[in-house]
Structure formats: structure tokens, C-alpha cells
């Protein structure tokens, strides 16, 4: 019963895997997502599309460096900053426009990494049931 009760607070918490594997769940589904959010893209310029590709490529990598770099901070900072300047493209062009519901996937997507980075992780052995 002690031993139960000492580790009641690690169900608040993740494994190693268990970390891994809802970084990967959240890469696979905002990336599908993302995708299905291009898809309707296709009565633009070729140079809207690259440019377009070029910012949501950047905007993508800069999330997973959040869940990936050692830099913790300076990543959630790279991150929130390049979807801001997304977000200025896309507004200060008057003759691109984003998708519609690119920059809220873009954004619950970093919040999400974020809110996962915060989260305790804890050794396997800690975590046993």
C-alpha cells in the first residue's frame, strides 16, 4: 500500500516512451493536418506556392525544434517568433493570403509541444504500476 501510494503522482506523469510517443502522435497529426490544409491550395501562383511552402516549412521546423533541441527555451522562443512573422507575411501581403486555418494549426500545434515539453517526465523504474 505504501509503495502505491508513494507513487500516485507519477500517473501525472510520462515515461521516457510515453513522452516519445505523444511527440509523435502530435507530429503525425498536425503534420496531416497541415497537409489537408494545403490541399486546397491549388489555384495559386507558383511563387505564392513556394512562398507558401518556404514559411510553412519554416513555421514546421521551428515547432519541432521545440520538442527536440536541448535549448528548451531559446527553441519555444524561435518557435513564437517565427509564427509571428508567419502571421505578418500573411497579413502584410495583400496579394498572398494564407489558408485560412493554417495559422491555427500552426498555432495549437505549439502550443501543444510546448505544454508537452512542461510535462514531468520520469525514469521507467519510477513509473511501474
Excluded: C, Q
Excluded at 508513494?6 to 510515453?18: A, H, Q, T, V, Y
Amino acid at each position: 500500500m505504501k509503495k502505491l501510494l508513494s507513487k500516485r503522482g507519477n500517473f501525472l506523469k510520462f515515461s521516457p516512451k510515453e513522452y516519445e510517443a505523444s511527440i509523435n502522435a502530435l507530429n503525425i497529426f498536425f503534420g496531416a493536418v497541415i497537409g489537408v490544409s494545403l490541399g486546397n491550395v491549388d489555384d495559386i501562383a507558383i511563387w505564392d506556392y513556394i512562398k507558401l511552402l518556404s514559411i510553412t516549412s519554416a513555421a514546421v521546423t521551428a515547432i519541432l525544434f521545440v520538442s527536440y533541441s536541448d535549448r528548451r527555451y531559446w527553441s519555444m522562443f524561435t518557435a513564437v517568433a517565427i509564427l509571428g512573422l508567419v502571421w505578418w507575411i500573411g497579413h502584410s501581403d495583400d496579394t498572398f493570403d494564407l489558408p485560412p486555418k493554417l495559422m491555427p494549426t500552426l498555432g495549437v500545434w505549439t502550443v501543444m509541444a510546448i505544454a508537452t515539453e512542461f510535462y514531468k517526465v520520469v525514469e521507467d523504474d519510477e513509473t511501474e504500476d
